[in-house]
């Protein structure tokens, strides 16, 4: 009975955890796409940023939006 309660605890966390990577990595990727975008997007809040600072969050944004949807399609936990 306390081994059935265990794994199927373990099978509720690790299915949270996969969607919570997923989201914030839609979330991400999301952001990022706008950042780096922005300019055919045409949003003018986020043209008057550097564009320096644009690329370079972008960039870091796309890297670690690509980390989350790795780790949550691999579901190593």
Do not use: N, W
Request: glycine share 6%; aromatic share 14%; net charge positive.
């Amino acid at each position: 009975m306390e081994l059935d309660f265990r794994e199927k605890q373990r099978k509720s966390y690790r299915t949270m955890r996969m969607i919570y990577d997923l989201s914030m990595a839609v979330f991400i990727l999301g952001m990022a796409f706008v950042l780096l975008l922005a300019e055919q997007l045409k949003i003018e809040q986020i043209m008057m940023l550097d564009p320096m600072y644009r690329y370079l969050m972008g960039s870091v944004s796309v890297l670690y939006g690509a980390f989350r949807l790795y780790r949550g399609i691999k579901r190593d936990y």
